[in-house]
Nanobody, 127 residues
Framework: QVQLVESGGGLVQPGDSLRLSCAASGRTFSRYAMGWFRQAPGKERELVAAINRSAGSTYYANSVKGRFTISRDNAKNAVYLQMNSLKPEDTAVYYC????????????????????WGQGTQVTVSS
């Protein structure tokens, strides 16, 4: 069983920055492929960013490319999402997700490819 706990959300103004953190349980975190998803009211949950287990590969949705950065610290069992130049359309609940059964160092892009989810953290961007 993998437990994920997100933190770092909040209310910010347009143009501000936030750093989300996700703490993961498990002794084999370094083998997990990780992703950050978000879900705005009335919308589907969408992949924002993904990182493979070695942090050698990353993926970003077009809407956040150049503004968000995903990273991980395998020694701390943590994955992060640095969000800069935030916009009102970034307002959503952000979820951390894990695929703990990756053996190929791949990235994963769909909800069904992730087995474990955190409870989510609210990010609100408003003036």
């Amino acid at each position: 069983q993998v437990q994920l706990v997100e933190s770092g959300g909040g209310l910010v103004q347009p143009g501000d920055s936030l750093r989300l953190s996700c703490a993961a349980s498990g002794r084999t975190f370094s083998r997990y492929a990780m992703g950050w998803f978000r879900q705005a009211p009335g919308k589907e949950r969408e992949l924002v960013a993904a990182i493979n287990r070695s942090a050698g590969s990353t993926y970003y949705a077009n809407s956040v490319k150049g503004r968000f950065t995903i990273s991980r610290d395998n020694a701390k069992n943590a994955v992060y999402l640095q969000m800069n130049s935030l916009k009102p359309e970034d307002t959503a609940v952000y979820y951390c997700a894990a695929n703990p059964t990756d053996y190929s160092g791949s990235l994963y892009y769909t909800r069904s490819q992730y087995d474990y989810w955190g409870q989510g953290t609210q990010v609100t961007v408003s003036s």
